[in-house]
């Protein structure tokens, strides 16, 4: 069993940034593990922002890809994601999660509690 915790997010002005983090413990096979980024705007399916495999290979959706930048670091068992020139449309619940299967981000086996990013 894995445990995702995320923090990070707020309120902030188009334009501006954000930095996500998700701490990862449990069996979390020393943090060598796929993990990925999705995002559920009110009235709107969660939608998958950005994932890193667990060899650091590396999906982002067009979307975002020109303004969010994910990483992880291993030995801390910590995902991130960077988010720059926000937009009021990205404001969504931020929830951080790992996927059943390494690379494939359609099936997740745990999610974190989420945090909110609200940009106006």
């Known amino acids: 069993h894995v445990q995702l915790v995320e923090s990070g997010g707020g309120s902030v002005q188009a334009g501006g940034s954000l930095n996500l983090s998700c701490v990862a413990s449990?069996?979390?096979?020393?943090?060598?593990?796929?993990m990925g980024w999705f995002r559920q705007a009110p009235g709107k399916e969660r939608e998958f922002v950005a994932g890193?495999?667990?060899?650091?290979?590396?999906t982002t959706p067009d979307s975002v890809k020109s303004r969010f930048t994910i990483s992880k670091d291993t030995a801390a068992n910590t995902l991130y994601l960077q988010m720059t020139s926000l937009k009021p449309e990205d404001t969504a619940m931020y929830y951080c999660?790992?996927?059943?299967?390494?690379?494939?981000?359609?099936?997740?086996?745990?999610w974190g509690q989420g945090t909110q990013v609200t940009v106006s």
């Open positions: 890193i495999t667990a060899n650091g290979d590396i």
């Open positions: 449990g069996d979390t096979y020393r943090g060598v593990m796929c």
């Open positions: 999660a790992v996927p059943l299967y390494d690379g494939s981000y359609s099936f997740i086996g745990y």
